[in-house]
């Protein structure tokens, strides 16, 4: 700590031997003099939770963080809006959906203690016109310092559409296709595939609430893989029990067969339109892989 106040000129008369014995008179003295040394700093934009304080977390949150997280990417993501604040994990995950697109010389990837609220803000700035062009993204309404300041609503649309346009981009490589995969394909393809190995269910949209029971999810899983669905564990009755233990299955099953599903099994039992579509776009590219394999 004195190591750190050494390097910003803030030290003042303290030793090691004082902080550890809690002397009162000089610790007051050091933090006195940080305040005299850097006065009117920024309030802090980071919702960075006090120690021992347990931070509840949404599911979406969570689907959202260990999205992130399966990436590998660094640093890892604890909490999402404060780590996402500096923009550099979303400029990251912009650098995997578009390999060598990102301009890092114009990026801060480390913060002077001054201008740090600057330079942060100036990543979240460079993070909204990247997703506005090239990626196209919906950013109405939004800025860099939404980002920054962690504005929920705005920061989780953003990150769905990151989620999506990841997703996509696999299955567009996949297909070796020059044009991106479009809901509908994914569609088309699920049907095909259903219609290939003489199963009766028929997907319409991903709006449709009869997917709440996974049986459709089941048969597509089934198809890929022939064999691999066993159907006396699915339950008929149509209890939000025996959805969710179908979801539980369906995800398990899926993640078997080599879908990277990040859903969870109450998005299926709610018919979450978003996470429905990522969950056949992941069996789509399972499907491809089978097929290259």
């Known amino acids: 700590m004195l190591q750190e106040a050494d390097k910003i000129k803030a030290r003042a008369h303290i030793t090691p031997e004082d902080v550890v014995k809690g002397n009162p008179r000089l610790n007051f003295a050091f933090v006195a003099n940080l305040f005299n040394t850097y006065p009117a700093l920024d309030l802090p934009t980071e919702q960075v939770p006090e120690p021992g304080v347990v931070i509840e977390e949404t599911r979406e949150e969570k689907t959202y963080r260990n999205f992130i997280n399966s990436l590998g990417l660094e640093p890892h993501v604890n909490y999402l809006y404060s780590d996402l604040c500096d923009g550099l994990i979303i400029l990251q995950l912009y650098d995997i959906i578009r390999p060598t697109t990102v301009d890092w010389s114009k990026i801060y990837k480390t913060f002077n203690a ?96 009869s997917l709440s029971d996974s049986m459709l999810i089941c048969d597509l899983i089934d198809a890929i893989k022939p064999g691999s669905i066993q159907y006396n564990l699915l339950k008929t009755s149509g209890t939000p029990e025996a959805k969710m233990d179908n979801a539980l299955y369906a995800i398990s099953m899926a993640r078997k067969i080599g879908a990277r599903v990040y859903a969870l099994p109450d998005d299926i039992v709610e018919a979450k339109q978003k996470m429905l579509l990522t969950v056949f776009a992941c069996l789509m590219a399972s499907d491809m892989n089978v097929g290259k394999n």
Request: aromatic share 10%.
């Open 114 to 209: 001054i201008k740090e609220r600057f330079q942060k803000l100036s990543n979240c700035n460079f993070a909204v016109d990247y997703a506005k062009e090239p990626l196209r993204f919906k950013m109405t309404g939004i800025g860099g310092a939404d980002i920054l300041e962690g504005n929920k609503t705005l920061t989780l649309g953003l990150v769905w559409q990151i989620m999506r346009a990841y997703t996509l981009s696999i299955l567009q490589k996949l297909a070796k296709s020059s044009t991106p995969i479009a809901d509908k394909d994914i569609i088309n393809w699920a049907n095909e595939k259903l219609k290939s190995a003489n199963k009766t269910t028929f997907l319409t949209n991903f709006q449709d609430q």
